[in-house]
């Protein structure tokens, strides 16, 4: 059994019946083993367009066939949604999120095989937060922050707000985004959007800000009625 690669020279001699010999020297190549190269795949988002990836394979003798993924325990598989072709590239959309763990084996075309371990990382889809806005005072001031579900998306984050009244203003961070102004009576929707740094994951928000109008005092502090001093003076309002 050859136990390293190589094209070692062989001396090979044959001798009759006669005692007559013959000396041939022949040369023996010996391929490589077949193997798989290990490699770190990226992650990826529920929902998101995985980009293919391509496992390499080496030695033995070409082409590669027979690409065949098999978990490494009954929980740990490909990821739902992604799929590995027969040239061995990953590639498809995933429909779970989590940390998926798999085997994949791939045979030359002598029949020898080679296995590698590899994971893939699924993040869940973020969520805007807050899921919902607070109520607003008619000539206040008011301002809310939006962020992205802990341990989701990869920053930096791009935010924008395609609906937006005129009297609010968004301003923009690495990882959060505000809107802020002096309130104005009625009901409002604002949209939220954000872009995270992969580049293909989008989200979006919908809200509806109500403004209620400021609180009026009655009656109007000029139509007070008069007092006489000594006299116990009451006034409902």
Known sequence: ???????????????????VTATKGLTLTVDPHISLASATLPATTLGATYPSQQLVASGGVPPYSNWIWTPVAPSAVLPPGLNLSGSGA????????????????????LGATASQTYSITVNPLPLILPASLAAATQGEAYSQTFSLSPG?????????????PGWLTLTTF????????TAVAGSFPIHIKVLDGDGFTFYQAIYN???NPAPVISPAPAGLPGATQGVLYSQIF
Not at 90 to 109: L, Q
Not at 152 to 158: H, K, R, S
């Open 90 to 109: 990953i590639s498809g959309i995933p429909t779970s999120s989590g940390t998926f763990s798999f085997s994949v084996s791939v045979a030359d075309s």
């Open 209 to 211: 800000l109500l403004v």
């Open 1 to 19: 059994t050859p136990t390293s690669a190589g094209s070692p020279t062989v001396s090979v001699t044959v001798t009759d019946s006669l005692g």
């Open 174 to 181: 690495p990882t959060t985004a505000t809107i802020s102004g």
């Open 152 to 164: 989701t998306g990869t920053p930096p984050f791009t935010w924008s707000a395609p609906v937006l």
